[in-house]
């Protein structure tokens, strides 16, 4: 089983709607939490990590994800999609006991005119 | 430039044989990664190493072997025992010291079998 959870395999948004994508993961300690996005025939780019410190934190191409220990997520938003958005987005999950780092399975973003 | 250069791009494997996969990095990183990319599940992790002469298994690493003898080389041995071993395989690295960087990844090697 997968330690990091991602509920939703694809979802479509149209350009100019916000965005969010849900994550979970399983550490019980605290993780180091990782958002990654691959697009089409690209490679996989750091979009916002998270450690310790304020829960929100601020990304790249102005993406941004909240820490909620007491649910257990690491939930990635963003207020307004523009067609460029449309990729496959990852989200990590590092143990702070060993250099393990865990995917989950993906979310498929499609955005629609 | 430092990177990470996965080789060969493009791989074929017969029935029964063992394939080696090539991961060189030149970052001076002392973590390295193998994962797996299959469609709908995204990346599996095979096998990690934090340091030279030790590396633990992932979450799917039965059929697989590696080693590291160098810091700057973390090769994979897909073997016989790996019977779905068509896939894409990404060879990654970070910092050590913490987990709180990024990885840097190199270009992938797709694998097929004949």
């Known amino acids: 089983a997968q330690s990091v959870t991602q509920p939703d395999i694809h979802i479509t948004v149209s350009e100019g709607a916000s965005l969010e994508l849900r994550c979970n993961y399983s550490y019980g300690a605290t993780p180091y939490l990782f958002w990654y996005v691959q697009s089409p025939g690209q490679g996989l780019q750091l979009l916002l990590k998270?450690?310790?410190?304020?829960?929100l934190v601020q990304g790249i191409k102005g993406f941004e994800a909240e820490f909620k220990r007491s649910q257990s997520s690491f939930n990635l938003r963003k207020p307004s999609v523009h067609w460029s958005d449309a990729a496959e987005y990852f989200c990590?999950?590092?143990?702070?006991?060993?250099?393990?780092?865990?995917f989950g399975a993906g979310t498929t973003v499609t955005v629609r005119a | 430039d430092g990177g990470i250069t996965q080789s060969p791009k493009y791989l074929f494997r017969k029935e029964g044989q063992n394939v080696t996969l090539s991961c060189e990095q030149n970052l001076n990183h002392d973590a390295m990664y193998w994962y797996r990319q299959d469609p709908g599940q995204g990346l599996r992790l095979i096998y990690y190493?934090?340091?030279?002469?030790?590396?633990q298994k992932g979450d799917i690493a039965e059929g697989y072997s590696v080693s590291r003898e160098k810091k700057e080389s973390f090769p994979l041995t897909v073997t016989s025992a790996q019977k779905n071993p068509t896939a894409f395989y990404l060879c990654?690295?970070?910092?050590?010291?913490?987990?709180?960087?990024?990885?840097?990844f190199g270009s992938g090697t797709q694998l097929s079998v004949l």
């Open positions: 190493s934090q340091i030279v002469n030790d590396f």
């Open positions: 998270y450690f310790s410190g304020d829960t």
């Open positions: 990590v999950e590092g143990r702070s006991n060993d250099y393990k780092l865990s």
């Open positions: 990654a690295s970070t910092i050590s010291g913490g987990l709180n960087e990024k990885l840097f």
